[in-house]
């Protein structure tokens, strides 16, 4: 019987997941129409609704859903942290950084419209996300937009995504400890997902206290989501050993299996989304499903 109430409950989730998913990627498309000049928008819509996973707006939505707040108070702002995740991909990818040909399945922004293009499609997706959020937003208080904005703001700066690139690019070649490579996550992947459920439930109208403990969820499920890309990494690799030789850089690069081992690896991930579904004891069981749904699919993800 069980196990029939967790095919339900797991059968709703992916309901739920579609249908969050179509309406992100209708509101990103209409975000950014064809115009002129045609070869920026081309190149911005190309990486934009290259089909992620959009995990990211979907927590900042089921965010805002916990705290009471309708679906379309955040979908400007969950629009705008895709916005800025995919601008931060394509830069990650340029030569200058990790140089890499493949994204989301096809190839990368820079590979299809060159260099020039690809800096300029970031920086102005960059700015769209502030414009979008700015413009769009409707319902709610000023106050709480531009909480929500600075909060943003403050995850892609240089105490944020920024931050976290600066020192990953730094601690190459280099040894790299445990305390340096949470460092790096916490920046590079933890700081955007907490912005998302943070921002999510100001906009939504949560109390201080609720969104304290949903910062404390997200930074949990933030570091789980690196620490499950560093397992599937090495799954990914073992299989692939010998289709492809890899880049020597990236083989490496410091990750949690390679620090503490596999086994404890498994072991951390298990204890963060522990603690993640922890933080969401106080909220209603069934109002939380969503978010422990999201912490759970990250936690067992195999892409
Ligand atoms: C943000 C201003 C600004 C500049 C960019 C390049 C850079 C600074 C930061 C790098 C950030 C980076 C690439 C972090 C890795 C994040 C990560 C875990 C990406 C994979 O996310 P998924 O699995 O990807 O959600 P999909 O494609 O599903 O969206």
Redesign the pocket.
């Known amino acids: 019987e069980n196990q029939e109430v967790f095919k339900e409950t797991l059968f709703q989730f992916e309901d739920y997941v579609v249908e969050k998913a179509k309406r992100v990627n209708e509101a990103l498309d209409e975000a950014v129409p064809l115009r002129h000049p045609l070869k920026i928008h081309e190149a911005m819509r190309y990486s934009l609704l290259a089909g992620?996973?959009r995990?990211r707006p979907m927590l900042c939505i089921a965010s805002c859903e916990l705290v009471g707040g309708e679906e379309s108070v955040a979908l400007p702002m969950a629009c705008a942290i895709e916005m800025?995740?995919t601008?931060?991909?394509i830069?990650?990818d340029l030569p200058c950084?990790d140089d890499d040909d493949y994204r989301?399945g096809k190839l990368t922004n820079h590979k299809a419209f060159g260099e020039e293009i690809a800096v300029l499609a970031g920086d102005a997706l960059?700015s769209l996300a502030f414009e979008h959020v700015a413009a769009r937003t409707a319902g709610v208080s000023p106050e709480r937009v531009v909480r929500a904005v600075a909060e943003m703001g403050a995850a892609?700066g240089s105490d944020g995504?920024?931050a976290?690139?600066v020192v990953d690019i730094a601690s190459e070649g280099q040894e790299v400890d445990l305390r340096e490579l949470e460092y790096i996550h916490v920046h590079?992947?933890a700081k955007l997902l907490e912005a998302a459920v943070v921002c999510g439930a100001i906009m939504g109208g949560g109390e201080t206290v609720d969104v304290d403990r949903m910062r404390r969820y997200a930074r949990c499920v933030g570091l789980l989501?690196?620490v499950v890309?560093d397992i599937l990494d090495v799954t990914k690799s073992s299989e692939e050993l010998g289709k492809t030789a890899g880049k020597d850089l990236k083989t490496n690069k410091a990750t949690y299996p390679r620090l503490m081992g596999i086994e404890k690896a498994r072991e951390f991930a298990d204890r963060l989304v522990a603690q993640a579904k922890g933080e969401l004891s106080h909220f209603d069981s069934s109002k939380a499903a969503p978010l422990l749904g999201l912490a759970d699919y990250i936690a067992n993800r195999q892409n």
Do not use: A, P
């Open positions: 992620g996973k995990v800025i995740h601008m931060s991909l830069h990650d950084m989301r960059l892609v995504l920024v976290g690139q590079k992947t989501f690196q890309d």
